[in-house]
């Protein structure tokens, strides 16, 4: 096989040059353009200097219609062509361009004929001149916001006369709107003023130099735009120094360096310009390449998933380490900074993909021979979600979400994904869903032979539901909500999870009563019940199950006294604040959004502290409502007021040497430290007496929970070490 010189030469990439003097603008928007809205095809051309346009309409711009921020309109079209000729004095006085455009829905544009940046749209070469976008994409300066930003060198211009063209496509001839607005700046490395000055909202690249977080530094193929799909080569090198160490841009790539492919993913955060990618790791030969990055499992798919609306930067972060306190599997994750194609893309977090490989869930193959016997029973992952991102439905339940729905539940076949399965393997894992479907809406529902239990892992159904709960997630159990079934030889059930996809979760959505604190998310149908996706009917039918409500209750209970105590939620929430301290400031800077709304946003803060302080406050509240309303009992993990007032630890705060006075003779008595993670610490088994000492001076300063077993009862407490 040919090996591939695919000429990524890995380079370690200021954003902007230390040489930059000033910053003026040479286009405006509202400078005279000549523009086209076009019924029939365009000449291959017309983007280049040379082109008569001497036919074209002229006009100011911005072009478009339907926001009221357009300075020459038109009525309904699917497109808008437009050019601008403009001078350059001296090409050696500019370092850096930027091209600003805030459009609606998608853009093309040119510099001397050559693309310089595109979004929203597919195409081999130029777009046609009737091409849709690929979705739909808001503008934002009408309502507050900034626009996108293109960083490029000088290279693309000339001395004397150039050229600007840009061409702007709508979602639909139906759509109600159609915007673009452009700006192109010159960042000037002397005192000469040849242009003119910056608008009042330009905010210049900034030197972006070093980072507490890794930083990944992503070059695509010529400095190719990154589509929708398909994947495209670049090259990757990732930035890590260790736990603690600074990272510079001038350090070498010592996490990853070598080549990928990459592609634009997600289904309606397609729509802001900061997007997010999926990426797999090749080798030399452009070969798919299993990898580990920051000690994540082996694989060669991988997510950079780009926080926007959440502007917390922390909610997926926030689930899945929440899922992971309830011991079972959720993506592992890292916060990173990232670079492409030399330009500063602010905080990503870099996130494993759900497949079933070794250390996520499963890992056992289903191959086209696998017709009969333990093969044919797994590995299957398999999800409920839109189709809007490429997915192709499997099957629908013969069950309604609810009672009376005219919706149904749908599935989606995810790894093995539906074009690698035959028909024999298709019917199985249909009708295994099926059946415990069927069991749960019989009569027999509880019966642990005959009703639901047989089919499914009980515990990852009672985590599952306890996530999206706790986080009031308005897309759980509808969207991105996937599950996954072992082999017969493993167990043989279906398994709720894992987790995916939190960021319209603690109070971050404006509908469907997504940013309350109270009520269950299970009844999305009550507040809802028109929206096209709707919660399958098994987690409300579970919850009349009396033992699956004792196992949900008696998992929040314990998980209230650790890891999910309201203290240890508040202080994972200012760590994860306090590491992105730093970064949020240039991620901001780069993504200038706080303090304007953003879709779906309930609450606007204007700074990063007033989004922390409201999802504090937010966690805070719905965790009291869940306490207060939680299905089921657990007086077998209870405690008498007696007993619990009776212990008590001595010096509290203290230093390294602790007293616990237990008030009753305690015969096989269990200690346990949890910090702030819910990880246990420190542990002691065995205890007798009515007094303890521990010594603890391996452990750092901080906030720690204890949890005491005695005669059969649970006690928690605070210990705070100095």
């Given at each position: 096989?040919?090996?591939?010189?695919?000429?990524?030469?890995?380079?370690?990439?200021?954003?902007v040059?230390?040489?930059?003097?000033?910053?003026e603008?040479?286009?405006?928007?509202?400078?005279?353009?000549?523009?086209?809205?076009?019924?029939?095809?365009?000449s291959?051309?017309?983007?280049?200097?040379?082109?008569?346009?001497?036919?074209?309409?002229?006009?100011?711009?911005?072009?478009?219609?339907?926001?009221?921020?357009d300075?020459?309109?038109?009525?309904?079209?699917?497109?808008c062509?437009?050019?601008i000729?403009?001078?350059?004095v001296?090409?050696?006085?500019?370092?850096?361009v930027?091209?600003?455009?805030?459009?609606?829905?998608?853009?093309?544009?040119y510099?001397?004929?050559?693309?310089?940046?595109?979004?929203?749209?597919?195409?081999?070469?130029?777009?046609?001149?009737?091409?849709?976008?690929?979705?739909?994409?808001?503008?934002?300066?009408?309502?507050?916001?900034?626009?996108?930003?293109?960083?490029?060198?000088?290279?693309?211009l000339?001395?004397?006369?150039?050229?600007?063209?840009?061409?702007?496509?709508?979602?639909?001839?139906?759509?109600?709107?159609?915007?673009?607005?452009?700006?192109l700046?010159?960042?000037?490395?002397?005192?000469?003023?040849?242009?003119?000055?910056?608008?009042?909202?330009?905010?210049?690249?900034f030197?972006?130099?070093?980072?507490?977080?890794?930083?990944?530094v992503?070059?695509?193929?010529?400095?190719?735009?990154?589509?929708?799909e398909?994947?495209?080569?670049?090259?990757?090198?990732?930035?890590?120094?260790g736990?603690?160490?600074?990272?510079?841009?001038?350090?070498?790539?010592?996490?990853?360096?070598?080549?990928?492919?990459?592609?634009?993913?997600?289904?309606?955060?397609?729509m802001?310009?900061?997007?997010?990618?999926?990426?797999?790791?090749?080798?030399?030969?452009?070969?798919?390449?299993?990898?580990?990055?920051?000690?994540?499992?082996?694989?060669?798919?991988?997510?950079?998933?780009?926080?926007?609306s959440d502007?917390s930067?922390?909610r997926?972060?926030?689930a899945?380490?929440?899922?992971?306190?309830?011991?079972?599997?959720?993506?592992?994750?890292?916060?990173?900074?990232?670079?492409?194609?030399?330009?500063?893309?602010?905080?990503?977090?870099?996130?494993?993909?759900?497949?079933?490989?070794?250390?996520?869930?499963?890992?056992?193959?289903?191959?086209?021979?696998?017709?009969?016997?333990?093969?044919?029973?797994?590995?299957?992952?398999?999800k409920?979600?839109?189709?809007?991102?490429?997915?192709?439905v499997?099957?629908s339940?013969?069950?309604?979400?609810?009672?009376?729905?005219?919706?149904?539940?749908?599935?989606?076949l995810?790894?093995?994904?539906i074009?690698?399965?035959?028909?024999?393997?298709?019917?199985?894992?249909?009708?295994?869903?099926?059946?415990?479907?069927?069991?749960?809406?019989?009569?027999?529902?509880?019966?642990?032979?005959?009703g639901?239990?047989?089919?499914?892992?009980?515990?990852?159904?009672?985590?599952?539901?306890?996530?999206?709960?706790a986080?009031?997630?308005?897309?759980?159990?509808?969207?991105?909500?996937?599950?996954?079934?072992?082999?017969?030889?493993?167990?043989?059930?279906?398994?709720?999870?894992?987790?995916?996809?939190?960021?319209?979760?603690?109070?971050n959505?404006?509908?469907?009563?997504g940013?309350?604190?109270?009520?269950?998310?299970?009844?999305?149908?009550q507040?809802?019940?028109n929206?096209?996706?709707?919660?399958?009917?098994?987690?409300?039918?579970?919850?009349?199950?009396?033992?699956?409500?004792?196992?949900?209750?008696?998992?929040?209970?314990?998980?209230?006294?650790?890891?999910?105590?309201?203290?240890?939620?508040?202080?994972?929430?200012?760590?994860?604040?306090?590491?992105?301290?730093?970064?949020?400031?240039?991620?901001?800077q780069?993504?200038?959004?706080?303090?304007?709304?953003?879709w779906?946003?309930d609450?606007?803060?204007?700074?990063?502290?007033?989004e922390?302080?409201?999802?504090?406050?937010?966690?805070?509240?719905?965790?009291?409502w869940?306490?207060?309303?939680?299905?089921?009992s657990?007086?077998d993990?209870?405690?008498?007021?007696?007993?619990?007032?009776?212990?008590?630890?001595?010096?509290?705060?203290?230093?390294?040497?602790?007293?616990?006075?237990?008030?009753?003779?305690?015969?096989?008595?269990?200690?346990?430290?949890?910090?702030?993670?819910?990880k246990?610490?420190y542990?002691?088994?065995?205890?007798?007496?009515?007094?303890?000492?521990?010594?603890?001076?391996?452990?750092?300063?901080?906030?720690?929970?204890?949890?005491?077993?005695?005669?059969?009862?649970?006690?928690?407490?605070?210990?705070?070490?100095?």
């Amino acid at each position: 096989m040919k090996q591939l010189l695919l000429s990524f030469i890995l380079l370690n990439v200021f954003v902007v040059s230390s040489a930059v003097n000033h910053w003026e603008t040479v286009v405006y928007e509202n400078d005279t353009w000549k523009y086209l809205v076009p019924t029939s095809v365009v000449s291959s051309s017309w983007n280049q200097l040379a082109y008569n346009d001497a036919g074209w309409n002229i006009g100011p711009g911005g072009f478009g219609y339907g926001d009221g921020d357009d300075n020459t309109t038109f009525g309904s079209a699917l497109s808008c062509f437009q050019r601008i000729t403009f001078n350059i004095v001296d090409i050696n006085a500019i370092d850096q361009v930027v091209l600003n455009i805030d459009y609606d829905d998608a853009f093309v544009a040119y510099l001397n004929g050559v693309e310089i940046g595109r979004d929203n749209i597919t195409s081999s070469g130029q777009p046609a001149y009737n091409q849709a976008s690929d979705g739909l994409h808001e503008a934002q300066m009408y309502s507050g916001g900034a626009p996108n930003q293109l960083i490029f060198s000088a290279a693309s211009l000339v001395n004397g006369m150039n050229v600007l063209c840009v061409q702007v496509h709508n979602e639909s001839l139906g759509s109600s709107d159609m915007s673009s607005r452009v700006w192109l700046s010159l960042g000037i490395n002397n005192s000469s003023n040849d242009y003119g000055a910056t608008p009042g909202w330009f905010n210049p690249p900034f030197d972006f130099v070093s980072s507490n977080l890794p930083i990944v530094v992503i070059n695509t193929a010529g400095g190719a735009t990154i589509p929708n799909e398909p994947k495209i080569d670049a090259s990757m090198g990732i930035i890590y120094n260790g736990v603690g160490v600074r990272n510079y841009l001038s350090d070498p790539f010592s996490e990853y360096s070598g080549n990928i492919g990459i592609e634009v993913r997600g289904s309606s955060s397609q729509m802001f310009p900061k997007k997010q990618w999926g990426f797999e790791t090749r080798d030399n030969f452009g070969i798919r390449n299993d990898v580990t990055l920051f000690n994540m499992a082996y694989d060669n798919d991988w997510i950079l998933y780009a926080p926007y609306s959440d502007k917390s930067l922390i909610r997926n972060v926030m689930a899945y380490e929440m899922g992971k306190d309830l011991g079972g599997y959720a993506p592992r994750t890292k916060l990173c900074e990232v670079v492409l194609n030399g330009d500063y893309h602010g905080v990503y977090v870099l996130t494993e993909k759900i497949k079933r490989k070794d250390g996520k869930v499963g890992s056992n193959d289903v191959d086209q021979q696998d017709v009969s016997g333990n093969e044919l029973t797994g590995d299957y992952v398999i999800k409920v979600d839109k189709t809007t991102a490429g997915g192709v439905v499997a099957w629908s339940s013969p069950y309604p979400p609810y009672s009376g729905a005219s919706q149904n539940t749908t599935f989606q076949l995810h790894d093995p994904p539906i074009d690698s399965l035959n028909s024999i393997q298709q019917n199985y894992i249909e009708n295994y869903v099926t059946n415990f479907e069927s069991a749960l809406n019989g009569p027999n529902f509880a019966d642990p032979v005959l009703g639901f239990a047989p089919y499914i892992d009980i515990n990852s159904f009672v985590d599952f539901l306890l996530v999206n709960e706790a986080s009031h997630n308005v897309d759980g159990y509808r969207i991105s909500s996937y599950l996954h079934k072992i082999r017969t030889s493993e167990g043989g059930k279906l398994f709720a999870g894992p987790l995916w996809d939190f960021n319209l979760a603690f109070g971050n959505a404006n509908y469907c009563s997504g940013s309350s604190t109270s009520g269950w998310e299970m009844n999305f149908y009550q507040v809802c019940g028109n929206d096209n996706w709707q919660n399958p009917f098994w987690w409300k039918k579970l919850t009349q199950d009396v033992n699956f409500n004792h196992e949900l209750n008696c998992k929040w209970q314990r998980m209230r006294q650790g890891a999910w105590h309201t203290d240890s939620l508040m202080a994972r929430v200012d760590t994860l604040a306090a590491y992105l301290d730093e970064a949020q400031q240039r991620n901001f800077q780069r993504w200038q959004i706080l303090g304007s709304y953003v879709w779906p946003n309930d609450f606007i803060g204007n700074t990063y502290a007033e989004e922390i302080s409201y999802i504090k406050t937010w966690i805070t509240d719905r965790m009291n409502w869940l306490d207060g309303n939680m299905f089921g009992s657990c007086t077998d993990l209870g405690i008498s007021e007696k007993m619990s007032s009776a212990i008590s630890v001595y010096p509290n705060p203290g230093n390294e040497d602790f007293h616990f006075t237990l008030g009753i003779a305690a015969a096989n008595a269990e200690l346990n430290l949890l910090d702030i993670d819910g990880k246990v610490v420190y542990s002691e088994y065995g205890i007798s007496g009515k007094g303890h000492d521990i010594h603890v001076d391996n452990l750092a300063p901080g906030l720690y929970h204890y949890i005491i077993k005695i005669q059969g009862k649970v006690v928690t407490g605070k210990l705070m070490i100095q």
